[in-house]
T-cell receptor
Framework: NAGVTQTPKFQVLKTGQSMTLQCAQDMNHNSMYWYRQDPGMGLRLIYYSASEGTTDKGEVPNGYNVSRLNKREFSLRLESAAPSQTSVYFC?????????????FGNGTRLTVT | AQKITQTQPGMFVQEKEAVTLDCTYDTSDQSYGLFWYKQPSSGEMIFLIYQGSYDEQNATEGRYSLNFQKARKSANLVISASQLGDSAMYFCAMSVVGSTLGRLYFGRGTQLTVWP
C-alpha cells in the first residue's frame, strides 16, 4: 500500500518556467490537499479538493492552479515560477472532511526557483 | 481566525526521559480537532495523535499522550521514555469543523533533540 505518492522529489526551475507537481493516493480518500512548507513557517494550505470535481483555495493560492483529475489524483501547477515559490510542497489526503480525519502526507517535493 | 502557537523553537531531552512539547491554540469554534505530526530529517510528515474538542479523555498512542486543557486552550504533546529516533521536528495542528472542510492550521514547529 503506497499511500500518497508525489512526483518529482526534487526540481529546479528558472524564473518564468512552468511545471506540474503530481500526486496520487491509493487509500480511496475523498479529500486531497496541497501544502507548502517554508523554513520557520510550518505548513500552509495552497489548495484543497473535498471531492472529485471540486477544488477550493486555501491560505496561499496565488501563483498556483490545481486539477482534481479523478478520485486518486490531484495535481498542482505553477504557470510562471517565481523565486518566492521556492519551498517544499506536500500533497496530502484524508478519508473525510470531518475534524477527526488525520491527513496522510506524501514525501514532499523540494522545489527551487532560481 | 484560527491560530496555533508553539513557543519552543528547540527542546533537548536525554534518552529515556519524558518531554513535553507545548502547543496553544486560538479559536472561537466549539468543535475542533487537534493533531500532532512528527517530521524527521528525512522530511516526511508522520501523524502521531489526535484529540477532539469534545473528547473527555486525553488521547494516548503508545509513548505519546496529549495533555488537553480546554479552558487554557492548550494541547501539549508528552513523549515518555524518549528515544534517539524521536529527534525530529514536531508540529501541532488544528482543524475546525465547518470552516474549510477539515483543513489543518499548523504551528511553526518545535525541533526536539534527544541525546544519549
Amino acid at each position: 500500500n503506497a499511500g500518497v505518492t508525489q512526483t518529482p522529489k526534487f526540481q529546479v526551475l528558472k524564473t518564468g518556467q512552468s511545471m506540474t507537481l503530481q500526486c496520487a493516493q491509493d487509500m480511496n480518500h475523498n479529500s486531497m490537499y496541497w501544502y507548502r512548507q517554508d523554513p520557520g513557517m510550518g505548513l500552509r494550505l495552497i489548495y484543497y479538493s473535498a471531492s472529485e470535481g471540486t477544488t477550493d483555495k486555501g491560505e496561499v493560492p496565488n501563483g498556483y492552479n490545481v486539477s482534481r483529475l479523478n478520485k486518486r489524483e490531484f495535481s498542482l501547477r505553477l504557470e510562471s515560477a517565481a523565486p518566492s515559490q521556492t519551498s517544499v510542497y506536500f500533497c496530502a489526503s484524508s478519508e473525510e472532511s470531518s475534524r477527526g480525519s488525520p491527513l496522510h502526507f506524501g514525501n514532499g517535493t523540494r522545489l527551487t526557483v532560481t | 481566525a484560527q491560530k496555533i502557537t508553539q513557543t519552543q523553537p528547540g527542546m533537548f531531552v536525554q534518552e529515556k526521559e519524558a518531554v513535553t512539547l507545548d502547543c496553544t491554540y486560538d479559536t472561537s469554534d466549539q468543535s475542533y480537532g487537534l493533531f500532532w505530526y512528527k517530521q524527521p530529517s528525512s522530511g516526511e510528515m508522520i501523524f502521531l495523535i489526535y484529540q477532539g474538542s469534545y473528547d473527555e479523555q486525553n488521547a494516548t498512542e503508545g509513548r505519546y499522550s496529549l495533555n488537553f486543557q480546554k479552558a487554557r486552550k492548550s494541547a501539549n504533546l508528552v513523549i515518555s521514555a524518549s528515544q534517539l529516533g524521536d529527534s525530529a521536528m514536531y508540529f501541532c495542528a488544528m482543524s475546525v469543523v465547518g470552516s474549510t472542510l477539515g483543513r489543518l492550521y499548523f504551528g511553526r514547529g518545535t525541533q526536539l533533540t534527544v541525546w544519549p
